[in-house]
């Protein structure tokens, strides 16, 4: 049985996910009641115990071990030994039908560029480091739950959901942060729910769904944008840039294209439509 794909470093390949689901298969024989069984990844190293699915999704984010080839810890023969003090998840992760989809989408926009023509020569088949390592942050947070043993939201989804109810009903940034601690409170200890609007806008930010304000004249003459930024005047009407110190006659929201580009072209559920 070949196994090279366990040290392949691009853990968003096909071959790797495949290779993943084929581990799966082979120790689900060799659980305990609980569905418990030895996490193989780069983190646990076969030390601490979680139930099957959260090991399959360890192994997709932190990676598997490269010396482990011939799987001695999960025969068909084997149980699963708990040693003393070795952390347990007796649970699934808190992954239902909707953080799926999710997954998906963070796994078609960090992943591969696929076949759509002349266009896919233009992007690169694998994320920036730098990005890779933003996107296995949103991973990692979308396998945690909103807090231990909750089984309907992880952070991630949880966050989503609640800022879709603040622009669907117009909720002040104010009244907002006052929910998030009100929230963060009531919640049991440990919980993940942000204590600021800050910490919500920045990990949407790396979902990309951010923006940039840019300042416009009070008559629509020009964009206070670029060479023109820091200007105090209107340089076609002569208008004032500001209407009390730093505070602009009118600000827009400017949503970047290229990424959005680079999202839509990374997708399998959009590139196609995209020729």
């Known amino acids: 049985m070949d196994r090279s794909w366990i040290s392949n470093p691009d853990r968003l390949s096909a071959e790797y996910e495949n290779g993943v689901g084929e581990f799966v298969t082979f120790v689900r024989g060799s659980l305990d009641v609980q569905g418990l069984t030895k996490c193989p990844c780069n983190r646990c190293m076969n030390r601490e115990v979680h139930h099957i ?25 084997s149980n699963p030994q708990v040693p003393l003090g070795s952390p347990i998840q007796d649970t699934p992760p808190c992954m239902n039908e909707q953080d799926e989809e999710m997954a998906k989408a963070l796994r078609d926009a960090a992943g591969h560029v696929y076949d759509i023509g002349s266009s896919s020569d233009l992007l690169s088949d694998m994320c920036p480091p730098a990005e890779q390592a933003r996107y296995d942050k949103l991973f990692e947070e979308l396998h945690n739950p909103l807090y231990d ?8 989804t949880f966050i989503v959901k609640l ?10 940034d104010q009244l907002f942060v006052a929910l998030l601690k009100l929230l963060h409170e009531a919640l049991p200890v440990g919980n993940r729910c942000p204590r600021s609007y800050y910490e919500t806008r920045k990990l949407l930010y790396d ?9 416009v004249c009070k008559h629509d003459c020009t964009l206070f944008y670029n060479k023109h930024k820091d200007d105090d005047v209107c340089p076609i009407c002569g208008v004032s840039h500001y209407v009390w110190k730093k505070i ?22 959009t590139a196609r439509v995209m020729r």
């Open 149 to 156: 043993d909750c089984m309907k939201f992880s952070a991630l």
């Open 53 to 77: 699915d959260s090991v399959r999704y360890h192994l997709l984010i932190y990676g598997f071990l490269n010396d482990y080839i011939h799987w001695t810890e999960h025969g068909k023969q």
């Open 163 to 172: 800022m879709n109810v603040k622009f669907l009903y117009k909720w002040s």
């Open 248 to 269: 602009p006659h009118k600000r827009l929201r400017y949503f970047p294209i290229t990424p959005r580009l680079k999202r839509l072209y990374s997708s399998k559920h």
């Open 207 to 215: 979902v990309g769904l951010g923006y940039e304000h840019i300042d």
